[in-house]
């Protein structure tokens, strides 16, 4: 069991939780697929636990690798770019045919956006360190502003396509923009 504390095992003990968190993602997704909304969220809100605790986990046992930073951020694209875009996608899909054309065009731009700044934020990371602030909005935050919207459509809060289609264009935006964002 030496290897779940080995900083260059793929299945040290911080690595394995990324997996559980990538592979509640895909869950979610097929979740979704089917109509499950509610039991994808829950799942997404596991992801998210689990997405803290790999991190805390890593630097308690000095398991911070390169490996690790990369695998986390594929975590993330799954479970905090692309599962909350499947969310709110599915949720609008009863649409006509322009606007479900017109929304995939959006979640392609705000999956882009979230996939570009995952990848800049590689660029610029070191194995352990912990930044005091974001630039840009993270993904998990991204993710929750996305749940916030399939809410408030959901809940006929915002029942226009058009202004939930505006607010996701914003948020993909804010994802590499210059705003900071206090690291907690």
Do not use: H, R, S, W
């Given at each position: 069991m030496s290897f779940l504390y080995n900083k260059n095992s793929h299945f040290n003990l911080a690595?394995?939780?990324?997996y559980s968190n990538i592979s509640l993602g895909v869950i979610a997704m097929y979740l979704i697929q089917e109509g499950d909304f509610f039991t994808a969220i829950i799942l997404a809100w596991c992801a998210g636990a689990l997405?803290?605790?790999d991190g805390k986990i890593a630097r308690k046992y000095n398991l911070s690798c390169e490996f690790g930073i990369q695998l986390d951020s594929f975590a993330d694209f799954i479970s905090f770019v692309?599962?909350?875009?499947?969310?709110l996608f599915y949720a609008?899909?009863?649409s006509d045919g322009f606007e479900t054309v017109f929304a995939g065009f959006v979640f392609l731009y705000y999956i882009i956006s979230g996939l570009r700044r995952l990848v800049a934020f590689n660029i610029q990371s070191q194995e352990g360190a912990v930044?005091?602030?974001f630039v840009g909005?993270?993904?998990p935050l991204g993710a929750i502003l996305l749940w916030v919207l399939y809410l408030f459509y959901s809940y006929e809060v915002v029942s226009s396509i058009y202004v939930i289609l505006f607010l996701v264009t914003v948020i993909g935006f804010l994802l590499n923009s210059k705003?900071?964002?206090r690291h907690p």
């Open positions: 690595n394995i939780i990324t997405d803290i605790t692309i599962m909350p875009a499947f969310l609008m899909e009863k930044v005091k602030y909005v993270p993904t705003v900071k964002i």
